[in-house]
């Protein structure tokens, strides 16, 4: 009845799940990085024209979802559910920017793990035969994150150098069955990680364990190495929580080489555009992985990929109250297309 | 490849999915009602020994979760996923109750429609092969709602005859596949529905139309009528909820009888407890069902039962902004054991 599971934290798909397209928009910051020229649309104006940040988010996500569909080349009513989530309290980004679709929704809270938790359970009601086509994503926004989780921009506080940056835009995909696209062949699902961190400010370290965690069942469960992988991808753990990944993996007996890297270090360029640790919030996994990964996989570049998207589960309450920073991660498998893919 | 799809909103389950236990923890509030007797605990502290209402919701949560892995027979670690969710700000009340439980976990934000996402997703998990058992639940606390939400307790406002009263506890049920037990066999998932209502204070009115949408849905999905059901609940519409879904509905065609009541109207006695609309919260729900409905389910006298919990998805700073409430509901179709039920 479970042959599906093969591992104390890991599914395998029956037939892989194909990611039919994926769609990326996102605020100048992240076009004037280092994989600007990879995304689909970048908004030169942070607000996209709305009265609010957090209308300005639910706008990102509502733009971006019906790309991604219509890269699929599908309309909205083909899809049979929606799985997305972002920051906000009550995740009212994704509320009022998927309402208008009218499509069966499931709203999901994974922090910047999110795209991972998306990606996964959209799979699985494909492949178990609940759906055809899910649609699933995760947004976040600079200006809306930090008025939230730290201080509001005008006071014009000083970050310190352990803080990251939130990225702000969206990332979807949309999932199906068939055709020659990239393949979603294992889920490995993540537990909460708790260490002790408790410096909102040093995001990386609170995620790191989780991150581990999710890479050595990954393993464990696969039977698989590192060096199986063309690229290995963690969310937003930057410079500080890759580092320390690396230190942990390795002892566990891992060598995690160059082929491991974070979508946090990738999107900015810490040098020029002051970011300090490293990019982060739930569209810095989902927007590097639908404009710079996706094409990668889609032309056979990357063989396979273990995406591990990474969210740090704390509220400005839990952390005025003193409570630590615990984390968690989703990890997904990705399979490409051409030579060096498996499943095609 | 779809044949579990039976319409635009519902899939069925291959052969049921089993509900093996089900636990609630409650309040004193709730230990007062009508209901009171039902509950499995009734905490007279609403602290629980706890130095905030945030951390007292996570002891409801990891204390009643134990105990519906102990009604089920099982261990934690027999579990192999965790759903669940609650209202508070970046769902950390459903973070610090289960991070030590070491499942891997989906966190759902559906608001108090949480008990219909995560028993429908726990449920398709196992249906379709990638778990042999899933843990699922919501939870919510009145001190840690009215404080996020309308205003501090302290000040001692005064609540309009809408408003409703936010269920304090968790209610939790263990999924699996076998047994004699009550069996989920049909999900109706919502749509957001949005009909502009922004009174805070009448979250029934808001929630009503997304309560008549899943209701339509699974009507038109299935070919039933409501008289094929022994009990329709909706999860915390209360009594001015409820007469809107008995109106629309009757505009649709459709005669909602004594068989069709609300889990907010059943929880209180309005009229001893200053309760106004009745019951809400994500909890509200759940307890209920937990409490009140599964043994009827299990002792046969329920036979079919449409299970929806309702959820507005609003926070206090898209209401602040001006912003509508829209709602959401997920529908559950759950047979009962002996004789009246179908699926044993």
């Not at 679709?101 to 035969?129: K, R, V």
């Not at 702000?168 to 949309?174: A, C, E, F, I, N």
């Not at 094409?295 to 003193?322: D, E, H, N, V, Y």
Request: net charge negative.
């Amino acid at each position: 009845m479970n042959a599906k599971r093969i591992g104390k934290q890991t599914v395998r798909l029956n037939e892989g799940v194909r990611i039919l397209s994926a769609a990326s928009t996102v605020s100048k910051k992240e076009g004037e990085g280092p994989l600007g020229k990879y995304f689909d649309k970048i908004v030169e104006d942070s607000t996209f024209g709305e009265k609010s940040w957090e209308l300005a988010e639910s706008h990102f996500i509502q733009e971006n979802m019906q790309l991604a569909v219509k890269k699929a080349g599908l309309k909205m009513n083909d899809i049979d559910y929606l799985l997305c989530g972002d920051l906000l309290n009550q995740c009212t980004a994704s509320t009022f920017g998927i309402m208008n679709f009218q499509i069966p929704f499931f709203g999901l809270f994974g922090a910047c793990s999110t795209m991972g938790e998306s990606m996964s359970l959209g799979a699985m009601l494909i492949d178990g035969g609940y759906a055809n086509h899910t649609l699933v994503g995760a947004s976040s926004h600079f200006c809306g994150a930090e008025k939230q989780f730290r201080a509001p921009l005008a006071l014009g506080n000083q970050r310190p150098p352990t803080a990251s940056w939130t990225v702000t835009g969206d990332g979807s995909v949309v999932l199906g069955r068939k055709g020659n696209f990239p393949c979603i062949t294992e889920i490995t699902t993540g537990k909460i990680m708790d260490m002790g961190i408790t410096d909102a400010n040093n995001m990386g370290a609170a995620m790191a364990p989780a991150a581990v965690d999710v890479l050595l069942n990954h393993f464990q469960d696969t039977g698989r190495t590192p060096q199986d992988y063309d690229v290995i991808a963690t969310g937003d753990l930057g410079e500080i929580g890759r580092s320390l990944v690396v230190d942990l993996m390795k002892k566990e007996g891992y060598t995690l080489d160059g082929r491991y890297t974070d979508c946090g270090i990738e999107i900015f360029d810490k040098n020029k555009q002051d970011t300090h640790n490293g990019g982060s919030g739930c569209a810095c996994s989902a927007v590097t992985f639908c404009g710079y990964y996706y094409p990668k996989l889609m032309s056979g570049a990357i063989g396979r990929m273990l995406f591990i998207p990474t969210g740090a589960l704390l509220s400005p309450t839990s952390s005025q109250q003193g409570q630590s920073i615990p984390g968690i991660a989703h990890g997904v498998c990705i399979e490409g297309c051409g030579e060096k893919g498996v499943k095609q």
